[in-house]
């Protein structure tokens, strides 16, 4: 019976030890995917789209609850569209949210909230949105494939 106790703690000291690290663990990627998550949104701020379409893979899968899946041309397109429409629009990252996680021999994942704020009939609307974005390093570059975009 003590061999059962011991094994199972031992296994919940490694399944702890592997979410801690998840959760954070690694300040190194932390800082570079909310560095890669600054240049992307600075990018969708000032309305850079040669930067935009460098950050997002050309593989890219962005999923939004109110508007289905769409693939990278599709994506480059509704930016645009957003950016004429709507040229004051601003996102930000909600401080205390982001969460990064590993993805050995792949990227990372990042989770978090973001606010969204521009003016309409002369008031200023702000709505936060959660996200979820899977980054690959490949050739020594970041870029988003996946885009997980819910809460609207």
């Known amino acids: 019976m003590k061999i059962k106790t011991t094994v ?7 399944l702890s030890a592997s979410v801690a690290f998840g959760q954070g ?3 190194a990627l932390y800082t ?3 560095h890669m998550d600054s240049v992307l949104f600075d990018a969708f701020n000032t309305h850079n789209m040669p930067v935009l379409r460098s950050v997002f893979a050309e593989n890219l899968e962005f999923y939004h609850d109110k508007g289905g899946l769409s693939n990278y041309a599709t994506s480059m397109e509704s930016f645009k569209g957003v950016f004429e429409h709507n040229p004051d629009l601003r996102r930000e990252l909600v ?3 982001l969460e990064v996680y590993p993805i050995p021999g792949y990227g990372a994942v990042e989770m978090g909230e973001h606010r969204f704020t ?5 008031k200023e609307i702000v709505a936060v949105f959660k996200f ?7 050739d020594n570059e970041w870029k988003v494939t996946r885009v997980v975009s819910v809460g609207h």
Do not use: R, S, Y
């Open 95 to 97: 401080k205390g949210t």
């Open 8 to 14: 199972v703690l031992f296994f919940c000291f490694v």
């Open 32 to 34: 570079k995917i909310l």
């Open 132 to 138: 979820t974005q899977v980054w690959q390093l490949k």
């Open 25 to 27: 663990a690694d300040p």
């Open 118 to 122: 521009h003016m309409e009939n002369g």
